[in-house]
């Protein structure tokens, strides 16, 4: 009589979203806008001459930045 060969294996495996946390921005306004056709001054800079905020929303802005690490640990247990 032969016997069935039973065999088993545990695995573990970990996976890492953004591992060295390195920031990583989102949401930058890339639009300009400008006074008129004849007249290229952009109007929706974020500082004045005078390096004072006037738009916090301004071309070149930053709006939010993406999930920080992430870890997760999968078990598979096979027989």
């Known amino acids: 009589m032969c016997r069935p060969h039973l ?3 545990l695995r573990i495996r970990l996976d890492a979203f ?5 920031t990583q921005f989102s949401g930058v ?7 008129s056709l004849t007249d290229p001054a952009v109007t929706n ?3 004045n001459s005078a390096d004072v905020l006037v738009n916090q929303n301004g071309v ?3 709006n939010g930045a993406r999930p920080q ?4 640990v999968v078990t598979r247990f096979m027989f």
């Open 7 to 9: 065999e088993t294996a």
């Open 45 to 47: 800079l974020p500082f």
């Open 29 to 35: 306004n890339r639009t300009i806008n400008y006074k």
């Open 18 to 22: 953004n591992a060295f946390n390195h």
């Open 60 to 62: 070149g802005t930053v």
């Open 69 to 72: 690490r992430q870890l997760q």
